[in-house]
């Protein structure tokens, strides 16, 4: 098939981060905070944590950042979460090498090329009893990566005083003027989470598998510190971090 590539990618991720799981839970004392992909469903996990119930929690909060931040060490495929530890200064760990994942991002193209620069800040051992002498070590966050830092300069706007959010919502706006494009009528939002509620409780009811992570308005609680966080993007100002 077309995404052959994609499907082995996700099994293989999955079978060595079960690996990895049964690993710790063996030869560790660590306790095990497990954190879905938006794509995935927590109910996925829930027969991990049935097996260790006293050493797995699943998250399933709204803010990635917020769990990181509370983390000893990250443990994982690559991702994008990775750049968001390494602003935090949390330590990751790359698990793909122990599982046969991931080797040809290099080859896949110039889309790759941003996933291939963030694995350069995570320690990635090359067999299980690495990484249990990894973790129970005094475990620390990577020197900073100058390569790292200039993905989030050009590629994130992170050291800019004006959030990339914004700028891109000035430059919807800019080219809407431009274009003289006219508003046009708008469903009403609650008839939209009407909608999404129905949809989920279909979906809910013929497969408790459905994705649903971030599926539906009210799903997970908002933290108040959002806020604050939407007041920044609006102003420019950066939010202290002892506030989050």
Do not use: C, M
Request: proline share 7%; no cysteine; aromatic share 12%.
């Amino acid at each position: 098939p077309v995404n052959e590539s994609d499907i082995l990618y996700q099994v293989r991720a999955y079978v060595a981060q079960v690996r990895v799981v049964e690993r710790i839970i063996a030869d560790t004392d660590l306790s095990i905070s497990i954190r879905p992909h938006p794509n995935e469903n927590p109910y996925s996990y829930r027969y991990l944590q049935s097996r260790f119930p006293d050493r797995i929690e699943i998250d399933t909060s709204y803010d990635f950042s917020t769990w990181a931040a509370r983390q000893k060490v990250i443990v994982g495929p690559s991702t994008s979460g990775i750049l968001e530890a390494y602003v935090l200064r949390v330590p990751t760990v790359n698990f793909e090498s122990l599982g046969n994942v991931g080797d040809d991002y290099a080859d896949r193209g110039e889309a790759y090329d941003n996933l291939v620069v963030t694995q350069s800040s995570s320690y990635e051992p090359r067999n299980f009893d690495e990484l249990i002498e990894l973790l129970t070590g005094d475990v620390s966050p990577l020197p900073r990566r100058p390569e790292i830092d200039a993905l989030l300069r050009n590629g994130h706007n992170w050291y800019s005083n004006q959030s990339a959010s914004k700028a891109i919502a000035e430059e919807i706006l800019r080219l809407a003027r431009e274009r003289n494009v006219r508003p046009s009528l708008h469903v009403p939002k609650p008839f939209i989470h009407a909608e999404d509620r129905i949809r989920f409780a279909k979906g809910w009811f013929y497969n408790r598998l459905i994705t649903n992570f971030s599926f539906q308005y009210g799903f997970h609680k908002i933290p108040k510190y959002y806020t604050d966080i939407v007041a920044n993007i609006d102003t420019g100002r950066r939010l202290d971090p002892a506030r989050a």
